[in-house]
């Protein structure tokens, strides 16, 4: 019975194994297998513009094709920079207004014209013109008898014939009539009527010439062709010589003690980016915005060709008698890519290394080293588009 039971035991534990054995091997074939893994020379990584701190070696020849400076401390000029606005030079501004009341006529001039000083630009037909010159004509007859009366008195006094009264009536009467005559003839003047030998004027009618007294160029006109003027004190026309300009800009307070009078500068504008004009310091305001805490200034600026303009933008660079000492380097030297700076620095006698660094804007054409350099290390100045080219493909390779 004990062995019976042992063989059933027996028989039970083989049919388990059995059972478990085989459900492993299923198992063990349903799994998938692994792909394999491309060969790794199948990926290549990603250039990237972040400076290297590994050493490029040049041959003999590579380094011919490139030019090395070496760094030295060196003066550098401040340059005060300010924004202003171009307007017209007014001294060599006429506002031609109406004399007296009258009717424009014969005008010979239009916007942009350009007129020589003593120019005529119209006429103006006026009945106090006639009367101008009448009353000049009537002066002179008055004076004539004057003088006459005078003479004779002083004949008739010397011959104790009138009295010492008489003598000083005629006298009185002399002066005022030299008086109304000078009065006149200036009146004719300033109307713009010449006055002759005879003390005629030349032109009897009732007419006057407006002339420009300067040379220069029509910027405004704001009469018409038989217009009815008057005098007031808006201007029919408004000649500008464009030779030169003024420009104001905006110095802030704590800068203000850099600015003197005679003071070179330079300007420029947004039309035309490339060119600098010579100015110079005319004129520093009394008056403080208090709003900006800036004082206006003024330079003189010789203008060729008219090209700058009344209402332009423009820049002023002032140099300043103050000065830094620190590091420059050519504009060209410097490489920026993703936002940084780095330049290439030697190290020996043939090889490179890049290193950052950072700069700011040099009104020379230079850039100033702020860090990442010291005086003596020699970098290369021109020519460090090779060593990039060799680094980028070193980095391709990999």
């Known amino acids: 019975m004990e062995l019976k039971h042992y063989l059933t035991v027996l028989s039970m534990a083989l049919i388990v194994s059995s059972i478990l054995g085989c459900r492993s091997d299923a198992k063990t074939s349903r799994e998938p297998t ?3 893994s491309p060969p790794e020379a199948a990926s290549k990584p990603k250039t990237t513009a972040t400076p290297s701190n590994k050493v490029l070696t040049l041959d003999e020849g590579m380094i011919a094709n490139i030019k090395i ?3 030295v401390e060196k003066p550098i000029p401040l340059v005060l920079t300010a924004t202003g606005k171009v307007q017209f030079n007014e001294d060599q501004v006429a506002r031609i207004m109406a004399p007296m009341n ?10 942009g014209d350009s007129v020589r000083k003593g120019e005529t630009l119209f006429f103006i037909h006026s009945r106090e013109v006639a009367a101008a010159i009448t009353e000049h004509i009537e002066s002179h007859k008055d004076l004539d008898l004057a003088e006459k009366t005078y003479l004779m008195t002083k004949d008739l006094f010397e011959h ?17 009539a030299k008086a109304r005559v000078a009065r006149t003839e200036e009146a004719l003047r300033l109307l713009g009527l010449h006055v002759g030998e005879d003390h005629i004027p030349r032109e009897l009618n009732s007419r006057i010439p407006i002339r420009t007294p300067i040379s220069g160029t029509v910027i405004e006109r704001k009469v018409t062709e038989g217009q ?42 947004a039309a035309y980016p490339e060119e600098k004009f010579v100015a110079q310091v005319s004129h520093i305001g009394d008056v403080m915005d208090p709003a900006t805490r800036t004082v206006k200034v003024r330079f003189l600026v010789p203008n060729p060709g008219s090209r700058l303009k009344p ?11 103050e000065s830094l000492t620190g590091l420059v380097l050519p504009s060209g030297a410097v490489f920026t890519e993703e936002s940084q700076s780095f330049v290439y620095v030697q190290q020996g006698e043939r090889g490179f290394i890049q290193r950052r660094i950072q700069t700011s804007t040099d009104e020379s054409g230079r ?10 290390e ?17 980095t391709e390779d990999k």
């Open 367 to 376: 850039v100033r080293v702020l860090s990442g350099l010291k005086s003596g």
């Open 160 to 176: 104790q014939a009138a009295s010492r009264i008489s003598l000083q009536q005629t006298e009185g009467d002399l002066a005022k």
């Open 102 to 111: 009258g009717q424009a006529l014969q005008l010979r001039v239009k916007i």
């Open 228 to 269: 009815f003027v008057q005098p007031d004190v808006n201007p029919l026309l408004i000649i500008g010589d464009l030779s030169n300009v003024w420009v104001f800009a905006d110095i802030f307070e704590r800068d203000l003690k850099r600015v003197k009078l005679g003071q070179k500068a330079e300007v420029k504008t």
């Open 378 to 394: 020699k970098v290369v100045s021109d020519g460090g588009l090779l060593l990039r080219q060799m680094e980028q493909q070193r």
């Open 69 to 71: 400076e070496e760094l």
């Open 34 to 36: 692994s792909p394999k």
């Open 311 to 321: 209402e332009m933008f423009a820049t002023v660079s002032l140099l300043v008698d």
